[in-house]
């Protein structure tokens, strides 16, 4: 649309406010880490896809040319053969993990697959899964689909809007349920967990609990070992910055490993496997959950995200996220709930992940209009939801602040009107 005023909008309240808290941000300067390519672009969908970290470039270079080129497959005995084990250690501290406990390997879906078949596998007499319906659709296909194949059934708690299912989950807990499956933060309202508190409630129930942080990792502090959690899985192409499609985590506390066994024994998880023994014998430890040959461009990539969460330090990282949501929330409340958008995620600071969300009945349209002509980039989730991440590491407040007038202008002029087309396929 010619003529759409871009900002800043110096006149609008909370500007100040906006300049101010950026100054004030101690990690201000690691959005300089990042490749921007068009610094009017406002880029809310970091809890999607990640920004690409600068660092990326030249470490693939090198992978490429000198390792892939020149090593060819020397290379895997160089430097390759262990990169996820030596990755996962990296992410370990990041999640409160020790080492040895955690690994990239395949995608999340695949590794939520492995572990809730290994949990219901030891399960003898307990036949139940307990989940809610806050959790992300993969997570629960795949509870389906191995409650079905072993036998059980999946009991899914029923979640009113962003209010907490605590007392739900607590009923739904009882002798039959061997797992509780949750997603830390929920992608759509952004609801954040006391991971502590439910993994003792599932705990006292005799359930253990599979942790999707996929939304939490990178942005929010997480203490898996005094939490007392037994597994967990999430992406890494979120806030860990890792890239599109890159391989996930997957965690299993230590006292647990030699009781799970891989639904999948890939040779990859084999205790030697260039013995190319015909019978599987499972490594030790962790490394038994690997299931094939790893995507090496895509680890290497990995390792700048990584690097950068480690050096800002998740408590700096989330005192920013919560002083982002803060104020996006406090400008939705003047701006744009006026406008017939509604906050769809938690007030409650504590309770919120890095993510906003607002319904609002035209999200379709307005969040093409965002993207085409407002340069904000959001995502939508059916049917009325519009998601904001908000992404510590390189997000500002003054693109909070420019993002919700850019909002406000569209909603107000009616200049979402031509947009009301066909759904995209990845929206
Ligand atoms: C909470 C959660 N779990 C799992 C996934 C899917 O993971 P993957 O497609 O890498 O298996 C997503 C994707 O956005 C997600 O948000």
Redesign the pocket.
């Known amino acids: 649309m010619t003529g759409f005023h871009l900002g800043p909008f110096a006149g609008a309240t909370g500007f100040s406010d906006a300049v101010g808290l950026d100054e004030a941000d101690p990690i201000f300067d690691f959005r300089e880490r990042y490749h921007v390519a068009d610094p009017e672009l406002i880029y809310l969908d970091g809890n ?1 896809l990640g920004r690409l970290p600068r660092a990326v470039l030249p470490r693939l270079e090198e992978l490429v040319v000198d390792q892939w080129g020149d090593g060819l497959i020397r290379s895997w005995n160089e430097t390759w053969w262990d990169l996820q084990i030596a990755i996962g250690e990296r992410l370990a501290p990041l999640i409160g993990a020790l080492p040895g406990e955690v690994i990239i390997s395949d ?4 590794n939520l697959y492995k572990l809730a078949m290994a949990a219901l596998g030891v399960s003898e007499s307990r036949r139940k899964i307990v989940t809610d319906d806050a959790n ?1 659709p ?2 629960l296909y795949v509870l389906r689909g191995v409650a079905g194949a072993l036998g059980g059934y999946v009991e899914m708690v029923r979640t009113e809007g962003s209010t907490s299912p605590m007392a739900s989950l607590e009923a739904a807990l009882d002798e039959e349920a061997a797992l509780l499956s949750l ?1 830390s933060t929920a ?1 759509k309202s952004g609801y954040t967990y006391d991971i502590a508190g439910v993994t003792a409630l599932a705990h006292r129930a005799g359930a253990s609990v599979l942790w ?1 942080l ?2 939490s990792a990178g942005v929010m502090p997480i203490d898996l070992e005094a939490s007392g959690a037994d597994m967990a899985v999430g ?1 890494t192409y979120k806030y860990l910055n890792g890239g599109p499609g890159a391989p ?1 985590f997957l965690y299993v506390r230590r006292d647990l490993q030699g009781s799970l066994a891989s639904p999948i024994p890939g040779w990859w998880g084999h205790a030697e496997p260039f013995a190319f023994d015909l019978d599987y014998q499972p490594a030790e430890g962790i490394r038994s959950f690997h299931s094939g040959t790893m995507p090496i461009l895509s680890l290497a990539a990995m390792e700048a995200g990584f690097t950068d969460v480690a050096e800002a330090g998740i408590d700096r990282i989330r005192a920013k996220s919560v002083s982002l949501t803060e104020f996006f929330i406090r400008q939705w409340e003047e701006h744009l709930a006026p406008l017939g958008f509604a906050l769809a995620s938690p007030l409650d600071p504590e309770r919120r992940g890095s993510h906003v969300s607002l319904s609002h009945p035209e999200a379709w349209p307005l969040d093409r209009a965002l993207i085409e002509i407002g340069m904000v980039i959001p995502d939508f989730r059916a049917p009325d939801n519009l998601r904001f991440g908000l992404a510590p590491l390189y997000n500002t407040h003054l693109e909070v602040h420019t993002a919700v007038q850019r909002i406000r202008a569209i909603a107000m002029t009616g200049a979402h009107a031509p947009f009301a087309g066909e759904k995209l396929t990845v929206t």
Do not use: P
């Not at 995608?107 to 695949?110: A, H, I, K, P, R």
């Open positions: 999607s995608s999340t879906s695949v992300f993969t997570d997603s992608f999707d996929s939304h992406c996930a």
